[in-house]
Nanobody, 126 residues
Framework: QVQLVESGGGLVQPGDSLNLSCGVS????????MGWFRRALGKEREFVAA????????DYADSVKGRFTISRDNAKSTVYLRMNTLKPEDTAVYYC???????????????????WGQGTQVTVSS
């Protein structure tokens, strides 16, 4: 069983940056593709970013491309989401997720993920 714990959320102003972290325990991080999703109040969960097991492949939602960067440190069992130039529409609960069936790709659908964290709130407001 894999446990995922997100951290780093908070209240920031538009244009600010935040770094989210996802600590993984229970299994070796290198065996999983990893993703970040978010859910805004009253909206469906949406894909944000994903990274393959090795880190060689990444994918981003169009809404965050060029502003967010996903990365991973398998030795530290941690996945990161660097968020720059934050906008009010980025306000949401951000979830870390792990997919065990994809050896080389960076999955973008929540149905492709097997494990989820509890989420961390990000609020962008002036």
């Amino acid at each position: 069983q894999v446990q995922l714990v997100e951290s780093g959320g908070g209240l920031v102003q538009p244009g600010d940056s935040l770094n989210l972290s996802c600590g993984v325990s229970g299994r070796t991080l290198g065996n999983y593709a990893m993703g970040w999703f978010r859910r805004a109040l009253g909206k469906e969960r949406e894909f944000v970013a994903a990274i393959s097991r090795s880190g060689g492949t990444t994918d981003y939602a169009d809404s965050v491309k060029g502003r967010f960067t996903i990365s991973r440190d398998n030795a530290k069992s941690t996945v990161y989401l660097r968020m720059n130039t934050l906008k009010p529409e980025d306000t949401a609960v951000y979830y870390c997720s792990a997919a065990e069936r994809y050896r080389y790709s960076a999955p973008t659908s929540p149905r492709q993920y097997d494990y989820w964290g509890q989420g961390t709130q990000v609020t962008v407001s002036s």
